[in-house]
């Protein structure tokens, strides 16, 4: 599995870790990882410091994500992106869209 997810319930906060290939193979787990109900309207992390690279499919589950999430008042945070990833991310203007870090 390429996708885990981190629950801090103090802070709020979700972490999502995508490992490998963050492709159309992720979808299930990545879905999974943050549409409970529970652990809205939390702080989500998505942590791609392990990823190394994303394709389409990776930034239409990502909209599909901030869209759900929007109508639950959470807030989405992309987080260690290396230079590919980031490229990738910058050339579709996410950081329009996301908090990139």
């Keep these: 599995m390429n996708v885990s997810s981190d ?7 979700l972490t999502i870790i ?4 963050f492709n159309f193979n992720s979808y299930n787990a ?3 990882a943050y549409s409970n109900e529970k ?5 989500i992390i998505i942590d791609l410091s ?4 994303l394709d389409s499919s ?4 990502l909209l599909i ?7 639950n008042d959470g807030e989405i945070e992309i987080t260690g992106a290396n230079d590919v990833v980031r490229n990738v991310l ?8 996301f908090s990139i870090r």
Excluded at 50 to 53: A, G, I, N, V, Y
Excluded at 65 to 71: D, E, G, I, P, V
């Design 58 to 61: 990776a930034l239409g589950m």
């Design 90 to 97: 910058n050339i579709v203007h996410f950081e329009k869209k």
């Design 7 to 13: 629950i801090d319930e103090e802070a709020q906060q």
């Design 30 to 32: 990545f879905r999974d």
């Design 50 to 53: 392990k990823c190394t690279m």
């Design 65 to 71: 994500m901030k869209k759900f999430l929007q109508k």
């Design 18 to 21: 995508i490992f490998s290939d």
């Design 39 to 43: 652990y809205l309207p939390y702080k």
